[in-house]
């Protein structure tokens, strides 16, 4: 089975690949490389690699599952599918080989749709003309602040049926974001220790962007000690809009 999440917009994990490395602000406290030293002490047998101690840490190691690939096709209902919840598919030590491997189990199981969600956007332009894009794949990138805006014409460079960013956890103002091209925007902030404030500002300015551009909008939280202390609401309401899922 697929790992059931609380991820508010998606319904399960599919995680080919585990393990990454820190490569900007956004990964300052990443929770999956805190969980992925849980998991290793756990004995988890998808966690036992460490990785470099300078950007990763115990159990956080690029590691390519192949047996994994299998996953989706035991899936009996149609779901909605976050890849590499726990890595990143586009990280430089994953094969082109394997990403294509992965983009084709997506499109051998057309009643699913998937959500991939990457921080390395330039290896996304490189190698995303050499990939099949199916329909049912969603594709994002992280962009936390203003210095990780270039992202997002990174993204418009591939042909995916939904283009998307994850605006979380919101760093800073995202004045010069622009919106073409792009399908969806997710917005939260940062939780755990040490989590960094969210400033309400930063997601009233984004959210006015894309209700301007007509751009569905989702706010996941605004973040604290834990991920649901601030709760969910922005002046009054939750914003939980999405893209309409491919037809199967």
């Known amino acids: ?17 585990t393990g990454c490395d820190r490569i900007s602000a956004g990964c300052d406290n990443c929770y999956a490389l805190a969980l992925a030293r849980r998991l290793k002490a756990m004995g988890q047998a998808k966690y036992q690699r460490d990785g ?20 989706p096709y035991s899936w009996g209902s149609p779901r909605i599918v976050f890849v590499n919840s726990m890595s990143d598919l586009f990280h430089a030590k994953v094969p082109a080989g394997f990403v294509a491997q992965v983009f084709s189990v997506i499109a051998d199981t057309p009643q699913h749709t ?34 990780a805006l270039y992202r997002v014409d990174d993204l418009r460079s591939v042909p995916a049926a939904v283009r998307f960013l994850s605006c979380e956890p919101l760093l800073g103002p995202l004045d010069d974001l622009r919106l073409d091209g792009i399908d969806w925007v997710i917005a939260g902030g940062e939780s755990g220790p040490g989590h960094r404030a969210l400033d309400v500002s930063w997601v009233t ?16 939280q605004w973040g604290g000690r ?22 199967v």
């Open 226 to 247: 834990t991920p649901k202390e601030g709760g969910r609401e922005l002046e009054g309401r939750r914003w939980d809009q999405m893209p309409a899922l491919a037809a």
């Open 205 to 220: 300015s984004l959210r006015d962007t894309c209700i301007r551009a007509g751009v569905p909008f989702f706010f996941k």
């Open 1 to 17: 089975m697929g790992t059931r999440t609380g991820i508010e917009w998606t319904e399960v994990t599919w995680n080919p690949t």
């Open 52 to 71: 470099d101690p300078r950007t990763s840490g115990p159990g956080f190691g690029l590691t390519a599952h192949a047996d994994a690939l299998r996953l």
């Open 114 to 147: 998937y959500q991939i969600l990457t921080k390395r956007s330039s290896r996304l332009r490189k190698i995303g003309g050499h990939l099949d894009w199916p329909p049912n794949l969603w594709m994002g990138v992280s962009v936390e602040d203003s210095d």
